[in-house]
């Protein structure tokens, strides 16, 4: 077996690998631009019976990954925190991160984290790609007719996109070049709520196919965009053994700088996958406005400490619910009769 550890940049890597059965050690730097680097993996493919990788987790990574995995490569991912906390040495080069990655994978002690599968991260494009892109587009395009409108003396608020504000917003008189802008930015509106719309069937249907998202579905306020990027964000409820670890993972926890007998906690970490913050956010305020059990807790808590954190402890909630019923495979009004609530009167 060849052990390689892989200090990756965009445009080049430094490798540092060793031959497990002679003991052979070499050193080199690859160029990715012109195709050194997959002649050189795709030529040690044919010489060695197993590889195996090692690389921190980084971006830009995506052609490295589907080039190892076709050449049956094995490919470990670290985590870049642990790696950093293990260096010894105060200088820091590509050539000494190359030989640290292969002496963790030598040692045993190289941090590896789970790492998605390539569907897994196609859909996530797609999500990613409806909300951060298109949605968020189309949003500062109607804010931008909103205030078009109000400058005319019109103020309809959501009632402007039905067809009759739709059609009062077409009939204003304007000067040629701010109708123009209407016309342009009318247009576009149309052209992104398709898209919006096929985007959405798409994930709708993925949806519909998975099992463990029609579980969470059947949660009051959680829909199939909610309930599919908790599954693919999540990936597999084993990898955790508690709530308290998926409301870490998804940085939905306070910081905290606690010494001595004092305990100092600030905001939450938002060191989790953002998107997936907002749906929960999203959705656990749907739930506040129709369950009367929620409401009461998040009405309690906004009276003692703020709106802002009361909001964060409904998606926090939320997000433990979803990881338990996806765990145990319940739907929602199975959980209710053997949770801790079960006896209280409906």
């Known amino acids: 077996m060849l052990i390689i550890g892989c200090d990756f940049h965009p445009s080049v890597q430094q490798i540092a690998y060793l031959d497990a059965e002679t003991g052979e050690y070499r050193e080199q730097r690859l160029s990715h631009s012109n195709g050194e680097a997959e002649r050189f993996y795709r030529e040690l493919h044919q010489k060695a019976d197993s590889i195996r990788v090692g690389i921190e987790a980084t971006g830009h990574a995506r ?58 991260r196609d ?54 070049w701010a109708t123009r802008r209407r016309e342009d930015l009318m247009r576009l509106l149309d052209q992104l709520s398709l898209n919006i719309d096929e985007l959405t069937k798409a994930l709708e249907k993925e949806a519909s196919d998975r099992s463990e998202v029609r579980y969470l579905m059947s949660h009051p306020g959680v829909g199939s965009l909610t309930a599919l990027a908790f599954v693919l964000v999540i990936g597999s409820p084993d990898r955790f053994h508690c709530g308290k670890q998926i409301s870490s993972y998804l940085g939905l926890i306070p910081c905290e700088e606690s010494s001595a007998d004092r305990q100092r906690l600030g905001h939450i970490t938002k060191q989790g996958n953002s998107l997936m913050r907002f749906f929960l956010g999203e959705a656990a305020q749907t739930i506040v406005r129709c369950d009367p059990g929620w409401r009461r807790q998040y009405l309690h808590l906004m009276m003692r400490r703020s709106r802002q954190i009361a909001k964060v402890a409904m998606a926090r909630k939320l997000a433990v619910h979803l990881y338990w019923m996806w765990r145990k495979e319940m739907e929602h009004q199975r959980t209710l009769k053997i949770g801790p609530h079960a006896r209280l009167p409906v």
Do not use: Y
């Open 63 to 120: 052609w490295f990954e589907r080039l190892l995995g076709e050449l049956g490569c094995e490919l470990w991912i670290g985590d870049p925190a642990q790696i950093r906390a293990m260096r010894v040495r105060r200088q820091k080069t590509d050539r000494q991160d190359a030989q640290l990655l292969l002496k963790l994978m030598l040692d045993g002690r190289f941090p590896r984290i789970w790492s998605p599968s390539p569907k897994n």
């Open 123 to 176: 859909l996530r494009q797609l999500l990613w790609h409806r909300h951060h892109r298109l949605v968020q587009m189309r949003t500062r395009i109607m804010n931008q007719l909103q205030a078009v409108a109000m400058n005319e003396g019109v103020r309809r608020r959501q009632g402007l996109w039905s067809k009759a504000g739709q059609a009062q917003l077409k009939a204003l008189s304007l000067d040629p």
